[in-house]
């Protein structure tokens, strides 16, 4: 017998098979043929299996919009990680901002607050940019590529070996029938036979499916260390960038707290909610800027005695005629005969200094 005599017995006995599955499957859902049923536990792994896939899919797509909102940038690196090469680097948002804010405080001037302000704001942009580079390459190596490898090497191989079971399940209940349809001995002795082959590979195939599917648990633990790597990389990158602003606000807290117009109106930083914060009264500027109102001001600066007040935000003393302040923490402040309207006389223990208005809210 030639190969190509071999061939198309091979084929014929294949399209025989695919046809005998084709009628079981068929009768099957039609309600005319038994079916087989894999066992509770086989099932439950099975279930376990596709659950685990459909989450690990899900997260897996939301974490890459997460690190790269760009749709567009998502495909690109898709295209690249396709064709085995390394994507171009690209200036994320933060860094594109952190130029624009240093180019523009360039060329309004370096020695003017408001252009000194957008340079040191421009720099930690440009910090918490790289931040976030390092954050989007250390989820992808130890969060994103696991997830990955699951999606497309153990579960495809679950699926295929949970195929062949379906292909083997058919087989042995299409024998089942031809047993009970078969009246002649002969016939009925051949499809015994034909049943305890069928029998013995589904039961070989089910035992094997079954060995993979018991591995899902060793994949959630798996997932789970994954999990805590990239929970420690987001908190390694909030903490950066909390500590890169914390430092520009004390860095823009050195700067002058207020600063006059031709009408000597005086712009208050961030205000509190609170009634009580010093200079409430405030209008709003077009630009946004939230003025404090002179005249809650001068009412402050007239009252008699010593009032507390509780600190709005952190402030470092720019010489030693002032007092540096903790946001949160409460002092004692007076005015004083001659002082700018800006600033009161801040007391804390045995440390005295001249503090902000704008940094603080009087206690009842």
């Not at 009246?183 to 035992?207: G, V, Y």
């Not at 009580?276 to 005695?305: H, R």
């Amino acid at each position: 017998m030639n190969i190509m005599d071999f061939n198309v017995k091979k084929l014929a006995a294949d399209a025989g098979t695919f046809l005998s599955r084709a009628v079981q499957f068929t009768e099957e859902k039609l309600g005319q043929a038994e079916k087989t049923e894999l066992d509770a536990h086989l099932e439950n792994l099975l279930s376990k299996a596709e659950c685990t896939k459909i989450w690990t899919e899900k997260i897996m797509k939301q974490t890459e919009v997460l690190l790269q909102p760009n749709p567009n940038a998502r495909i690109e690196e898709f295209v690249y990680e396709k064709l085995d090469r390394k994507a171009p680097s690209r200036i994320n948002n933060p860094e594109l901002l952190g130029q624009y804010m240093i180019d523009a405080g360039t060329e309004f001037g370096p020695g003017t607050a408001y252009g000194n302000a957008l340079i040191k704001c421009g720099e930690t942009q440009k910090r918490i940019g790289t931040a976030d580079r390092e954050l989007i390459q250390t989820s992808a190596l130890n969060f994103l590529t696991p997830l990955r490898n699951f999606i497309e090497g153990d579960y495809k191989t679950i699926a295929k070996e949970r195929k062949l079971l379906q292909n083997k399940r058919l087989d042995l209940d299409a024998a089942k029938t031809r047993l009970k349809k078969a009246k002649a001995a002969e016939t009925k002795a051949s499809s015994e036979q034909e049943l305890r082959i069928t029998q013995s590979e589904f039961d070989r195939q089910a035992e094997i499916t079954r060995l993979l599917l018991e591995g899902i648990s060793s994949t959630h633990a798996h997932h789970l260390r994954c999990l805590n790597d990239f929970v420690e990389a987001q908190m390694t990158y909030y903490a950066q960038c909390y500590q890169y602003m914390l430092d520009l606000q004390k860095q823009l807290g050195s700067f002058p707290s207020s600063y006059c117009n031709n009408n000597q109106t005086s712009v208050a930083p961030v205000p509190s909610a609170s009634s009580n914060v010093i200079g409430s009264s405030t209008l709003t500027s077009t630009s946004g800027l939230v003025i404090a109102s002179p005249t809650n001001l001068n009412d402050l600066k007239e009252c008699s005695g010593s009032r507390k007040a509780r600190v709005l935000y952190d402030y470092d003393a720019a010489n030693s005629s002032e007092l540096s302040l903790l946001a949160d923490e409460v002092i004692t402040v007076f005015s004083v005969v001659g002082m700018d309207s800006d600033w009161l006389m801040g007391e804390r223990g045995n440390q005295k200094g001249r503090v902000p208005i704008t940094y603080l809210e009087l206690l009842n």
